[in-house]
């Protein structure tokens, strides 16, 4: 790869931070409310489940922005930064169940690095120009660089096998928080109906879905049922 792991979580950080306040400024910005308890209560029961994958995420300076915003999406940015849009939870009808298979789908991009991994293929295509001497402070701000960075890492489709491998842990991160995996067929399903007559979610633009996610989920879920049934329930979860 031709960025490394620390470069890529600092020019994350910068761009995340610059959503943040963007989002403040235009009061969109969901500090509190049931809304923002529920992602809360749900990113540390999957954050509190991520040392299995890898064992430096205790170091990582995981963060949850909630924007209101009737934009279909979710992601989780390089070293733990993640962002749902409310638009997504109303729009769906989601449960706490399907917000986990989400979330831990997300997570999972960011546990085996594919954004790194874009960016890296980016650069080696010479697409990205400035962003390692901006970042290097060699000209140009850090904020538009740090932005240009995001657009490879978070915006741009995964391949079909990342897909797969962030299908895969995400279903299991869930499982092992205490959430029904089954879920997350049931909200590809509904993102699937999202897609009827209108433009598709923006969620999808970047995880094209379809019947064959579908069924490879559905082939894991035994593989990762056992892990549910031992694992310790959250109290009170919202159902859709
Ligand atoms: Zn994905």
């Known amino acids: 790869m031709l960025i490394s792991s620390g470069e ?6 910068i761009s995340y931070n610059d959503q943040y306040q963007r989002a403040k400024e235009k009061q969109i910005l969901v500090t509190s409310g049931p809304d923002y308890d529920r992602l809360k209560v749900i990113s540390n029961r999957l954050i509190a489940q991520t040392g299995v994958f890898r064992d430096d995420t205790r170091q990582w300076k995981w963060q949850l922005t909630l924007i209101n915003a009737p934009i279909l ?14 638009g997504l939870i109303d729009q769906l009808n989601l449960s706490d169940d399907e917000v986990a298979a989400i979330m831990g789908h997300e997570i999972a991009h960011a546990l085996r690095e594919h954004g790194r991994e874009r960016l890296s293929q980016a650069i080696a295509q010479n697409a990205v120009t400035n962003i390692a001497l901006a ?5 140009g701000s850090a904020i538009n660089a740090a ?7 978070l915006v741009l489709p995964n391949s079909r096998q990342n897909e797969s491998e962030a299908d895969a842990i995400g279903l299991e991160l869930a499982a092992r928080a205490g959430y029904n995996p089954q879920a997350a067929i049931s909200v590809w399903q509904k993102m699937i109906k999202a897609t009827k007559g209108k ?3 923006e969620f999808l633009s ?3 879905s379809g019947e064959t996610r579908i069924e490879q989920l559905s082939e894991l879920l035994p593989v990762v049922q056992p892990l549910y049934k031992e694992a310790v329930k959250p109290l009170g979860k919202k159902s859709s």
């Not at 999406?73 to 409310?86: D, E, H, M, Q, R």
């Not at 932005?147 to 890492?153: D, G, T």
């Open 8 to 13: 890529v979580d600092r020019l994350s950080a």
């Open 199 to 201: 433009s598709p979610p």
């Open 147 to 153: 932005n240009q960075a995001a657009q490879y890492i």
């Open 206 to 208: 970047t995880h094209p």
């Open 73 to 86: 999406n979710a992601s989780c940015a390089p070293g733990g930064k993640i962002t749902f849009y409310t």
């Open 135 to 139: 970042a290097a402070g060699g000209y």
